[in-house]
Every structure is written in C-alpha cells, then in structure tokens.
C-alpha cells in the first residue's frame, strides 16, 4: 500500500518580483512576445522567500521546488547561495549559467544542471532569447553535510526520445557504486536523491515504485496524467504535484498513465524521513 496526495496548482504560493529585485529593467508592457504581463511569474511548492507555512517548509530532503517564467531578455542577477545542492531543469527556452567558479553555459528544453553550493558560490541566471520565454524548474536538495567544496555540471538533452514513454534517470546520489540503481546517471549530487523525467504519449501508462523507507515528490511539468495505487486515483495537470509514500513493507506500486498528448513528468525519490510535506 502506498499514501497518494495530490497538490493542485492553486494550492501553490505564486509569486511575481518586481522587476529591480534582481537587477532588471522595466516590464515590456505591451510587448506581444511576453506570455506574462511581469518578467517573472514563480510557483513555490514549499515556503520560499515571502512565502511561508511553517507547515510546508519542505519534502523530505527537498527543501525548494520553484516552477520559474521569466520572459525574453530577463533573469536573476549575481546572487549567493551556500550548503545546498541545486538542481535545475529546463523545461523550454534556454537557460544561460554563469558562476564564480568560471562556468558559462546555455541548456535548452530537457537538459539539467547542478550546483553544489558547498562553502560558497555567486552564480546568475538568464534568458538571453530576445523573442521567446524560458521555463525551468529549480529544485535546492539539503545536502548530507555542509561545508562542501563547490561544484557544477550539467547534461544537455539531445533528443526528447530518450524519455518518450520510458523513466530516464537524470540524477543520483555520488556516493552510488556500481552495483546501485543510478550508478550510470549524468548529473551526482551529495545526497540519497534521484530525478526521473517520462513524456508519456496519451493512453501509454508506465509503473513507478517507491520503495519501502523511501518517498517521492510527483510534478506534472506538462500536460496531464492519471496516477492509480491500489483502489485510488487522481488525476494531474499541468503544474499539479502529489505526495507519495510507501506505508507497507511491499512499497507502493504506482500506476502513470498519460492522459494528453506529450505528458511530461518528473519525480524526486529519496529517504522518507519523516521530515516536511502538506498532509503530516
């Protein structure tokens, strides 16, 4: 038996910057090219910046998971972060990466990139499209001990077929040996973490375990899917998320299936440590 609760997206805290926050210049108003009136438009899954619930401050060992919109030719200035292991994926548009350890980098739809805080790193953030917007969604993972040299690296997608109706591994704990489920994933953090993404064809359906001891964070990036386990369903859409847990010593044996064409999914698996979540 497994615990299945769905987050709709209206329970979710959005929130919309003013432009100087990080260092950008007025909104376009009337520019036909923006699909959002403000530069950005950000939907926080647990208490971030003005944002807070003390009794959502994070799920497990994800502590942030914020679906970013920024529009052409905007972004987040030089800004600092330190002891976290971010992970972030684009979704569509290209994400431009600069940091304080000399990377610089552009990613495009379904390409992930990580940062290892560690001890300290400034990085920035930017569409640099003059035309078409960009969406990511930026996951901040605790790591499994602070003080941690910094670090960063990416995987830029090459096809979309390497997801289409099948779970691609993106992310894995670094401390995985060979013998571990996620040795051969491209992009290792410092924590007991995995990242799957699927884009499911409608009608075409794909099994998800959660192992007993562990739990998994459910976001439906686009599109539409059904989630069944045991004699429960529900239903996500786009920018929808659910809770899941194994409550039995068998785990929970979940059932994905796409409800619209190009359903695309992704999953944050770790420890279930009893730490966070909307329904404890």
């Given at each position: 038996?497994?615990?299945?609760?769905?987050?709709?997206?209206?329970?979710?805290?959005?929130?919309?910057?003013?432009?100087?926050?990080?260092?950008?210049?007025?909104?376009?108003?009337?520019?036909?090219?923006?699909?959002?009136?403000?530069?950005?438009?950000?939907?926080?899954?647990?208490?971030?910046?003005?944002?807070?619930?003390?009794?959502?401050?994070?799920?497990?060992?994800?502590?942030?998971?914020?679906?970013?919109?920024?529009?052409?030719?905007?972004?987040?200035?030089?800004?600092?972060?330190?002891?976290?292991?971010?992970?972030?994926?684009?979704?569509?548009?290209?994400?431009?990466?600069?940091?304080?350890?000399?990377?610089?980098?552009?990613?495009?739809?379904?390409?992930?990139?990580?940062?290892?805080?560690?001890?300290?790193?400034?990085?920035?953030?930017?569409?640099?499209?003059?035309?078409?917007?960009?969406?990511?969604?930026?996951?901040?993972?605790?790591?499994?001990?602070?003080?941690?040299?910094?670090?960063?690296?990416?995987?830029?997608?090459?096809?979309?077929?390497?997801?289409?109706?099948?779970?691609?591994?993106?992310?894995?704990?670094?401390?995985?040996?060979?013998?571990?489920?996620?040795?051969?994933?491209?992009?290792?953090?410092?924590?007991?973490?995995?990242?799957?993404?699927?884009?499911?064809?409608?009608?075409?359906?794909?099994?998800?375990?959660?192992?007993?001891?562990?739990?998994?964070?459910?976001?439906?990036?686009?599109?539409?899917?059904?989630?069944?386990?045991?004699?429960?369903?529900?239903?996500?859409?786009?920018?929808?998320?659910?809770?899941?847990c194994a409550e039995s010593p068998?785990?929970?044996?979940?059932?994905?299936?796409?409800?619209?064409?190009?359903?695309?999914?992704?999953v944050v698996e770790m420890a279930?440590?009893?730490?966070?979540?909307?329904?404890?």
């Amino acid at each position: 038996m497994g615990m299945l609760r769905k987050i709709a997206a209206s329970a979710l805290a959005v929130s919309e910057p003013h432009p100087r926050m990080f260092g950008n210049g007025p909104n376009e108003v009337g520019n036909k090219l923006w699909t959002n009136s403000n530069w950005l438009k950000s939907r926080f899954h647990f208490s971030f910046a003005e944002y807070y619930n003390p009794k959502n401050t994070q799920f497990g060992v994800l502590r942030v998971m914020n679906d970013d919109l920024v529009q052409p030719s905007r972004g987040f200035g030089t800004h600092p972060h330190a002891n976290m292991e971010i992970v972030t994926y684009v979704v569509h548009g290209a994400l431009t990466h600069e940091d304080s350890m000399g990377t610089c980098e552009s990613l495009g739809r379904g390409s992930i990139q990580f940062m290892t805080a560690g001890t300290g790193v400034a990085h920035s953030e930017f569409n640099a499209d003059p035309e078409k917007p960009l969406r990511f969604i930026q996951m901040w993972i605790v790591p499994r001990k602070r003080g941690l040299a910094p670090n960063y690296g990416s995987m830029v997608a090459e096809t979309a077929s390497s997801c289409l109706n099948t779970w691609s591994h993106l992310v894995a704990d670094a401390a995985a040996t060979a013998s571990k489920s996620g040795a051969d994933a491209p992009v290792k953090i410092n924590q007991d973490v995995n990242i799957f993404v699927a884009r499911l064809e409608k009608g075409k359906t794909l099994p998800l375990q959660v192992e007993p001891g562990r739990q998994a964070y459910f976001l439906q990036v686009e599109g539409s899917v059904t989630l069944t386990c045991a004699q429960e369903s529900v239903e996500l859409h786009q920018h929808d998320a659910a809770e899941l847990c194994a409550e039995s010593p068998a785990g929970a044996s979940i059932v994905v299936e796409g409800r619209s064409d190009d359903a695309h999914c992704l999953v944050v698996e770790m420890a279930h440590d009893g730490k966070g979540g909307r329904f404890q």
